[in-house]
């Protein structure tokens, strides 16, 4: 059974940064595409971030694009979301999913939850004003 554990949350300030973790296990590998999704009270899931399984391809939100960055160690199955200049409107529930797939997609593509096969159980992020 595959398993997709986050870590990393927490409470900021405004203008501060968090690094989040996805530690894969079970029957996810590097063979993946990987993304992260948030939704915060009262709002749907939405799209952060996602990564090709070579790690050579990267998709952003255009909410996100310059203050955070994703990234993945294949060797140790974990993808990492370096969340930088952080906003109140980024207060949220982060969520990392896999997907089976080496395939290049589009960006379009990447940002579907129904896209993805596996999804962790979320970690919070509080950033306060």
């Known amino acids: 059974q595959a398993q997709l554990v986050e870590s990393g949350g927490g409470l900021v300030q405004a203008g501060g940064s968090l690094r989040l973790s996805c530690a894969a296990s079970g029957r996810t590998g590097s063979a993946h595409a990987m993304g992260w999704f948030r939704q915060a009270p009262g709002k749907e899931r939405e799209f952060v971030a996602a990564i090709h399984w070579s790690g050579g391809n990267t998709y952003y939100a255009d909410s996100v694009k310059g203050r955070f960055t994703i990234s993945r160690d294949n060797a140790k199955n974990t993808v990492y979301l370096q969340m930088n200049s952080l906003k109140p409107e980024d207060t949220a529930v982060y969520y990392c999913?896999?997907?089976?797939?080496?395939?290049?997609?589009?960006?379009?593509?990447?940002?579907?939850?129904?896209?993805?096969?596996?999804w962790g159980q979320g970690t919070q992020v509080t950033v306060s004003s």
């Open positions: 999913a896999a997907r089976p797939s080496i395939i290049y997609y589009s960006a379009t593509y990447y940002s579907r939850p129904d896209k993805y096969d596996y």
